[in-house]
């Protein structure tokens, strides 16, 4: 039994994939860079400026720092106009009902993303009552897979990390949880990641771990 559990954002408790895909591809677009799904899926739980350097290692054009920051805010100023649309029914009930029941059960619950919208994410959707602590892009310096992220939401919790679980949708994400000492769940495609301490197909498995 873990008395915590730290979830990763995007992609374990609602997908805004498509949001980030149409903001980096109208920025891409813009600058004759290709850009597809397939580098869209090497973007996921990785930082913002980490995605554009991804992005920006297709074109031969060498960018300043601050042409860098600008494209970045650019692109933050396109994704946050699409996260506008978010509502409720962005979450789909198995999570909502999973969160409910595992805090009936006494769990402490904790979200861990790299993303500096996530509060604006959690509001929008109405899940920011769901949980004890955030740690989010807003409080680290370093990126998954170093597992910072984890570790302050741990600390937020008052709990140690072995007594959390972690659960990904992301290899980056999983590497960070097993460097960080949790038991890492992958979902999604870190779910067939050959590292990832226990694989789940929804949600809901869950209560059957933890
Ligand atoms: C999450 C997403 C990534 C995104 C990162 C930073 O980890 O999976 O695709 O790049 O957050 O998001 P932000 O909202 O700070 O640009
Ligand atoms: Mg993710």
């Not at 100023?77 to 699409?82: G, I, N, P, V």
């Not at 999604?188 to 209560?207: F, N, P, Q």
Request: charge should be neutral.
């Amino acid at each position: 039994m873990k008395k915590g559990v730290i979830f990763d954002l995007d992609g374990v408790l609602l997908s805004t994939d498509d949001m980030h895909y149409a903001a980096w591809k109208s920025i891409a677009d813009e600058l004759g860079i290709p850009f597809d799904r397939q580098i869209n899926n090497r973007l996921r739980g990785v930082s913002r400026m980490e995605s554009l350097e991804i992005i920006l290692s297709q074109s031969s054009r060498v960018f300043s720092p601050e042409e860098k920051l600008a494209l970045a805010e650019r692109k933050n100023e396109r994704y946050r106009a699409l996260l506008q649309g978010l509502t409720p029914a962005a979450v789909a009930p198995e999570v909502r009902d999973t969160l409910s029941a595992l805090r009936a059960r006494g769990r402490k619950l904790a979200v861990g993303s790299s993303s500096k919208n996530t509060r604006l994410i959690l509001k929008l959707t109405g899940l920011d009552s769901c949980f004890d602590a955030v740690s989010d892009g807003t409080n680290i310096t370093r990126s998954k897979p170093d597992p910072e992220v984890f570790l302050k939401a741990a600390d937020f919790l008052g709990l140690a990390p072995a007594d959390c679980a972690v659960i990904e949708d992301a290899v980056a994400g999983i590497d960070a949880a097993r460097a960080g000492g949790f038991l890492s769940i992958g979902i999604g495609d870190a779910a067939a990641y050959e590292k990832t301490d226990r694989s789940i197909r929804s949600l809901s498995e869950l209560l059957e771990i933890v």
